[in-house]
């Protein structure tokens, strides 16, 4: 399986990486605004797709939409630093399967992605 981290923070993607590439996903690839993250989207077709909402040129929500027009049934799991209960309610509403705030640990980032992949 492929994965796409996109993150603005490079701290954050080599975190998510080191997590989930002992797991199920034998390439990662990674992107650090929403822009680039379409870009690779297109190049990569991941699987499962990890996406900040907090970004430079384009935003998380925004990135979700554009990749859910392309691929509707594309696996997006939300991390993000932003605690609001409105943030997890709009990247769902938007068609993400998943949110997770930020700081994550290694536990529940898995147990986010298991349950991305037993859902669909």
Same mark, same amino acid.
């Given at each position: 399986?492929? $994965? ?5 923070? $490079? ?8 997590? =989930? ?8 690839? +990674?992107?650090?605004?929403?822009? $680039?993250? =379409?870009?690779?989207?297109? #190049?990569?077709?991941?699987? !499962? !797709?990890?996406?900040?909402? @907090? ?22 799991? !939300? !991390? +993000?630093?932003?605690?609001? #209960?409105? +943030? ?13 705030? #930020?700081?994550? @640990?290694?536990?529940? =980032? ?11």
């Amino acid at each position: 399986m492929k $994965l796409l981290i996109v993150d603005d923070s $490079l701290i954050m993607r080599r975190a998510i990486e080191r997590t =989930l590439h002992a797991s199920r996903f034998t390439e990662i690839r +990674s992107a650090s605004n929403g822009r $680039l993250a =379409l870009e690779e989207f297109d #190049k990569f077709q991941p699987d !499962v !797709v990890t996406m900040d909402i @907090t970004m430079p040129e384009m935003d998380g929500l925004t990135c979700v939409d554009a990749i859910l027009a392309k691929k509707p049934d594309a696996m997006i799991l !939300v !991390v +993000s630093a932003l605690a609001d #209960k409105a +943030s997890a309610v709009e990247a769902i509403k938007r068609g993400a399967q998943g949110f997770l705030l #930020k700081p994550v @640990t290694a536990e529940s =980032l898995q147990k986010a992605i298991d349950e991305i992949l037993a859902d669909n």
